[in-house]
């Protein structure tokens, strides 16, 4: 079978298909016509790109009374949300900004309940801003958590390649770039759902959250 060829360039790609997504997880009763208009894209390439979603296993369509369709995420696409915006973050000039005032709000959090003690589950760019705010609160980063990682250190911390690492923490802040929304489902399972916290900015799919970062 011949390799389907992009519709766009990687970075165009990226923001049409995270623009989909976010589309249909505010409102499931999307339209072809309305997710072009709201990305300002033509008709023809938001069909395109709902039916690669579905494809894809990232939506779902429904019919509903009067002849329309709804769509809805499926767990793959709001992982996949999740990594997307990530990605899409991580390349703009923004990100610097919005990781650090939203890893302050966490910080604060943990200082505020006593945690002195902390865990960042991702040695990543997110994770290295997250270590500098951690300073200003009082509040220790004592590693990164990364499964099955060979790094020993980021940020100067060690790194735990499993789950063993996180007993002395009190508790967890999700900083993972390649797949917050997998990281976050491994380790709600194996911590109370208090204490595993994420920055808006990575759109983890949590029900437990009550608004703003968890």
Known sequence: ????????????????????????????????????????????????????????????????????????????????????????????????????????VLFARCAERGWQRVVLAGASDLGEIATLCAREHGVEVIGFFEAGSNRATCAGLPVFPDATGLSDADAVIITDLADPQGVFETLRSRLP?????????????DETATGGER
Do not use: D, W
Request: charged share 20%.
């Open 193 to 205: 759902a208090a204490r595993l916290l994420h920055p808006k900015l990575l759109h983890i799919a």
């Open 1 to 104: 079978m011949a390799e389907t060829r992009p519709l766009l360039s990687a970075s165009s790609e990226t923001e049409i298909t995270l623009g989909v997504l976010n589309a249909i997880q505010e409102s499931s009763e999307v339209t072809q016509r309305s997710v072009a208009r709201e990305l300002g894209i033509a008709l023809g390439l938001a069909n395109a790109y709902l039916k690669r979603c579905v494809k894809k296993g990232l939506i779902k369509v429904a019919q509903v009374p009067s002849n329309r369709y709804a769509y809805y995420l499926t767990p793959r696409g709001f992982s996949e949300k999740s990594k997307l915006t990530a990605e899409y973050l991580s390349q703009s000039f923004l990100f610097f900004r919005l990781a650090r005032s939203q890893c302050e």
